[in-house]
């Protein structure tokens, strides 16, 4: 079945988004994903839909069937005539059902394009999800952390309060500063519900069913360079090929159209038998083959839709480029994010590196003495903020990364 040839092309495309094996379950999603979705499910309907419609359109024209009683019976030669029966079969021009059914099959292969669109639009919507959901953990992580650095502060602060080297003032910030930390956390974890419930949505799922999200999703890769040509057999832009080469199968049908139809039939007339009256062909009914035309001598209707396939071919073609503009204007975008995104991971690792270093500094002092907690908060904000920095980088650079596959794969 072609449906299930669909399933495994995509199966085997969730392989380009680079999924390691900490990475399984969104694999196991993105499946999840392209079986539920009620939207694919709707797609393909539609697609064999069209596919049924070859059936409707390679048939001929209804069988005309007549009967009638003359009320006035012709007198005849042979005999009065009592009854007439009819029938009539139109058949179309040479090659007209053939037109018709290349017609139908450029449609089908135009809605086919849907599908693989929207099964590429899903693969990339579930992975920009699943990373937003890593992010929130993520940044939860980070966040119960540095509570528990600043919980070691406070009892250094506490200490050092009971020998006079730190104020109550030392204390309450630190106290206040737990309270924030805790705050964004419980934020984070509402965020991380309510993707999760979208996510679930999208998977066509109870919106509460839990999902498991790595504790890492791996450094930043070096990056490749793009093969920006590839945009070109992108499926949003096959779909304007398969709908322009519908609109010529329709112009090839409405040529078609225009040709005559040829019609055969038989007449049979009833004829009754004259009384008392005896010789050859008496009463003896009447058998008329017949042959007709159906000529369209006034074709504007013809040549009104010839004219309307032209422009429709005109307004395709802006189309496409309209929507290549935008793929690509979208591909630069996101080839310069996912750069950004390397550029801000590696300057906010090594800010923390020496955010870390100063930290060591300020441990040390506390040997000797002298610790100033005011520093201490600066610079647990500083960590803080370069370790949420680097979180949000790699998601970019993931999002991205998927939104490229999506362009280019």
Same mark, same amino acid.
């Given at each position: 079945? !072609?449906? !299930?040839?669909?399933?495994?092309?995509?199966?085997?495309?969730?392989?380009?988004? +680079?999924?390691?094996?900490?990475?399984?379950?969104?694999?196991?999603?993105?499946?999840?994903?392209?079986?539920?979705?009620?939207?694919?499910?709707?797609?393909?309907?539609?697609?064999? &839909?069209?596919?049924?419609?070859?059936?409707?359109?390679?048939?001929?024209?209804?069988?005309?069937? +007549?009967?009638?009683?003359?009320?006035?019976?012709?007198?005849?030669?042979?005999?009065?005539?009592?009854?007439?029966?009819?029938?009539?079969?139109?058949?179309?021009?040479?090659?007209?059902?053939?037109?018709?059914?290349?017609?139908?099959?450029?449609?089908?292969?135009?809605?086919?394009?849907?599908?693989?669109?929207?099964?590429?639009?899903?693969?990339? %919507?579930?992975?920009?999800?699943?990373?937003?959901?890593?992010?929130?953990?993520?940044?939860?992580?980070?966040?119960?952390?540095?509570?528990?650095?600043?919980?070691?502060?406070?009892?250094?602060?506490?200490? %050092?309060?009971?020998?006079?080297?730190?104020?109550?003032?030392?204390?309450?910030?630190?106290?206040?500063?737990?309270?924030?930390?805790?705050?964004?956390?419980?934020?984070?974890?509402?965020?991380?519900?309510?993707?999760?419930?979208?996510?679930?949505?999208?998977?066509? !799922?109870?919106?509460?069913?839990?999902? *498991?999200?790595?504790?890492?999703?791996?450094?930043?890769?070096?990056?490749?360079?793009?093969?920006?040509?590839?945009?070109?057999?992108?499926?949003?832009?096959?779909?304007?090929?398969?709908?322009?080469?519908?609109?010529?199968?329709?112009?090839?049908?409405?040529?078609?159209?225009?040709?005559?139809?040829?019609?055969?039939?038989?007449?049979?007339?009833?004829?009754?038998? !004259?009384?008392?009256?005896?010789?050859?062909?008496? +009463?003896?009914?009447?058998?008329?083959?017949?042959?007709?035309?159906?000529?369209?001598?006034?074709?504007?209707?013809?040549?009104?839709?010839?004219?309307?396939?032209?422009?429709?071919?005109?307004?395709?073609?802006?189309?496409?480029?309209? &929507?290549?503009?935008?793929?690509?204007?979208?591909?630069?975008?996101?080839?310069? *994010?996912?750069?950004?995104?390397?550029?801000?991971?590696?300057?906010?690792?090594?800010?923390?590196?020496?955010? *870390?270093?100063?930290?060591?500094?300020?441990?040390?002092?506390?040997?000797? +003495?002298?610790?100033?907690?005011?520093?201490?908060?600066?610079?647990?904000?500083?960590?803080?903020?370069?370790?949420?920095?680097?979180?949000?980088?790699?998601?970019?650079?993931?999002?991205?990364?998927?939104?490229?596959?999506?362009?280019?794969?």
């Amino acid at each position: 079945m !072609r449906m !299930r040839k669909i399933q495994w092309v995509f199966v085997c495309l969730c392989l380009f988004f +680079g999924l390691k094996s900490e990475a399984q379950e969104l694999q196991m999603l993105i499946n999840k994903a392209l079986e539920n979705s009620p939207r694919i499910q709707q797609i393909e309907k539609k697609y064999e &839909r069209t596919l049924e419609r070859k059936k409707e359109v390679n048939t001929l024209p209804n069988t005309e069937i +007549g009967a009638g009683v003359f009320v006035s019976t012709p007198e005849t030669r042979t005999g009065a005539q009592r009854f007439k029966l009819s029938a009539k079969q139109m058949i179309p021009w040479f090659g007209t059902i053939t037109a018709r059914e290349n017609y139908i099959k450029s449609l089908s292969e135009a809605s086919y394009q849907e599908i693989v669109i929207t099964k590429r639009k899903l693969v990339n %919507s579930v992975t920009q999800l699943y990373y937003k959901l890593y992010e929130s953990k993520a940044k939860q992580k980070v966040l119960e952390e540095n509570r528990k650095l600043l919980e070691t502060y406070e009892k250094l602060a506490l200490t %050092s309060l009971e020998v006079d080297k730190a104020s109550a003032v030392d204390v309450l910030k630190l106290q206040i500063r737990q309270n924030e930390i805790i705050q964004q956390k419980e934020i984070l974890q509402e965020q991380f519900l309510g993707e999760q419930a979208s996510l679930n949505k999208m998977l066509n !799922r109870e919106a509460d069913v839990s999902i *498991k999200v790595p504790e890492s999703i791996g450094p930043i890769e070096k990056f490749k360079v793009i093969n920006v040509d590839n945009l070109k057999v992108h499926p949003e832009l096959v779909k304007y090929d398969k709908l322009y080469a519908s609109v010529m199968q329709s112009e090839l049908l409405n040529k078609k159209n225009e040709k005559p139809l040829i019609g055969f039939g038989i007449d049979y007339i009833n004829v009754e038998e !004259r009384p008392n009256m005896n010789f050859n062909d008496n +009463g003896k009914d009447i058998i008329m083959p017949m042959v007709s035309v159906s000529i369209p001598l006034f074709n504007n209707k013809n040549k009104s839709l010839s004219k309307q396939n032209r422009l429709q071919q005109e307004e395709i073609s802006f189309q496409k480029q309209e &929507r290549k503009n935008v793929l690509e204007a979208t591909l630069k975008n996101a080839i310069a *994010k996912q750069k950004a995104a390397v550029i801000a991971y590696q300057t906010n690792a090594k800010n923390l590196g020496q955010a *870390k270093s100063a930290e060591q500094i300020l441990l040390k002092s506390y040997e000797t +003495g002298i610790i100033e907690f005011n520093d201490v908060l600066d610079i647990q904000e500083l960590q803080l903020r370069f370790q949420m920095n680097m979180i949000t980088s790699v998601v970019n650079y993931y999002e991205k990364r998927s939104l490229i596959n999506y362009l280019i794969k």
